[in-house]
């Protein structure tokens, strides 16, 4: 069985704490990470634009489901949700998740918004290329061959990658 997570980290110093369907974890910085309460039943994209919202500050989201597929989710105070995709949607249901992941036009454009948003809000400033080339570094040829496409054997693994590595923002295992 693979990995099912939801994880929210709002920056600028600010606290989950009090934040609806968010129970607060760790601090890495100035990010505090919070557990997404409902086990899948809240929208990601609504979750990451409330704490934006409420807290007046950067959030960046993401879920992981199954080890399969992961999309990540993040805003400023003043601007609209972004995502990037990871991997095929679960289970081919989300149409729209695969296509993202799959068309390179679209992927490389969500990494140019995830790199404009780290450019205002993360430790560290990745280009686009930078966050491209990680996710490919971890596409595994075998298993692209047998899904028709290009693939990951965890999605997790390009979600850490982004949240730890390239955005400098911490560990999404962290507890």
């Given at each position: 069985?693979?990995?099912?997570?939801?994880?929210?980290?709002?920056?600028?110093?600010?606290?989950?704490?009090?934040?609806?369907?968010?129970?607060?974890?760790?601090?890495?910085?100035?990010?505090?990470?919070?557990?997404?309460?409902?086990?899948?039943?809240?929208?990601?994209?609504?979750?990451?634009?409330?704490?934006?919202?409420?807290?007046?500050?950067?959030?960046?989201?993401?879920?992981?489901?199954?080890?399969?597929?992961?999309?990540?989710?993040?805003?400023?105070?003043?601007?609209?949700?972004?995502?990037?995709?990871?991997?095929?949607?679960?289970?081919?249901?989300?149409?729209?998740?695969?296509?993202?992941?799959?068309?390179?036009?679209r992927h490389r454009e969500a990494a140019a918004a995830l790199a404009a948003?780290?450019?205002?809000?993360?430790?560290?400033?990745?280009?686009?290329?930078?966050?491209?080339?990680?996710?490919?570094?971890?596409?595994?040829?075998?298993?692209?061959?047998?899904?028709?496409?290009?693939?990951?054997?965890?999605?997790?693994?390009?979600?850490?990658?982004?949240?730890?590595?390239?955005?400098?923002?911490?560990?999404?295992?962290?507890?």
């Amino acid at each position: 069985m693979g990995l099912w997570a939801e994880r929210v980290a709002v920056g600028a110093g600010r606290d989950l704490d009090g934040v609806d369907g968010v129970e607060p974890l760790s601090r890495s910085g100035d990010w505090q990470f919070g557990h997404v309460l409902g086990n899948f039943s809240q929208s990601m994209e609504d979750l990451v634009e409330a704490v934006t919202r409420r807290l007046d500050a950067p959030a960046i989201g993401f879920y992981v489901a199954d080890s399969d597929a992961a999309a990540i989710y993040f805003a400023g105070p003043n601007s609209r949700v972004g995502w990037l995709a990871l991997n095929h949607s679960y289970d081919d249901s989300d149409d729209e998740h695969t296509e993202h992941w799959l068309d390179p036009d679209r992927h490389r454009e969500a990494a140019a918004a995830l790199a404009a948003w780290a450019a205002a809000y993360a430790p560290r400033k990745p280009s686009e290329d930078e966050i491209l080339a990680a996710l490919e570094a971890r596409i595994d040829p075998r298993l692209s061959a047998d899904v028709g496409g290009r693939a990951m054997v965890f999605a997790e693994d390009g979600v850490e990658v982004i949240f730890n590595e390239l955005l400098g923002i911490g560990s999404i295992h962290a507890e």
